[in-house]
């Protein structure tokens, strides 16, 4: 899992309330077992054409947003069904980071446990980001995960709620066996006294 210590992006703004996962990756991509190639299909009925052609009005589509890695969405993002693949999508197109109000709770743990950091922000603020992205596309705004904290380009800073064990797995670059893998030796010797 790939590190995550801070993170300065351009935000793409996705206003869409209730997005489920089956609209974050369609059921009919969920064949694969591996990662690879699904950041292609991210939103899929939504960024393509029935002739696999993009939809120029899809934010993904739009030149100004290209390459941003914080995806800032609308309410009770990720709700649905508890595919895993839906992370797997959002940080194969290369997203980092989730910005919303609430989060579906299998979405947010499948999220963290992927190397995607779910961010919870009070209305105003979640309000405030969608205008900044509407009225400067080229803005960046600022992520600390050790600090907790979402830095606008005003200089506020907004503070944000993680689990204290997602929060380290996520410093350290580990999933969960990963983390607990790093007390091998100590496992080791219990076990060899025990006996």
């Known amino acids: 899992m790939a590190q995550f210590k801070s993170l300065t ?10 997005v489920d996962t089956d609209q974050i990756i369609p059921a ?5 077992i591996s990662k690879d190639g699904m950041g292609d299909n991210l939103f899929s009925d939504w960024r393509y054409n029935a002739d696999g052609s993009p ?6 589509n739009k030149e100004e947003y290209r390459g941003a890695q914080i995806l800032l969405a609308g309410d009770n993002f990720g709700c ?19 910005i919303s109000t609430s989060f579906a709770d299998i979405f947010r743990n499948n999220a963290l446990k992927n190397g995607l950091l ?3 922000v009070d209305a105003e603020t979640h309000h405030d980001l969608f205008d900044l992205a509407e009225e400067s596309p080229r803005a960046e705004i600022s ?3 050790k600090t907790q904290t979402v830095t606008l380009p005003n200089g506020k800073k907004v503070s944000f709620p993680i689990d204290g064990f997602a929060k380290t797995c996520l410093l350290e670059g580990v999933d969960e066996l990963g983390y607990l893998l790093k007390f091998e030796k100590q496992v080791a010797a219990y076990e060899a006294a025990r006996l």
């Not at 939809?55 to 993904?60: G, S």
């Not at 649905?80 to 290369?94: C, F, V």
Request: aromatic letters at 10%; glycine letters at 6%; proline letters at 9%.
């Open 9 to 18: 992006s351009r935000i793409v703004p996705l206003p869409a309330n209730d």
């Open 28 to 32: 009919r991509f969920l064949k694969a």
């Open 55 to 60: 939809k120029k009005d899809f934010v993904l």
């Open 80 to 98: 649905g069904s508890s595919r895993e693949h839906a992370p797997w999508a959002l940080t194969g197109y290369g997203f980092r980071a989730v």
């Open 118 to 120: 779910p961010i919870i």
């Open 143 to 145: 992520i600390d995960l």
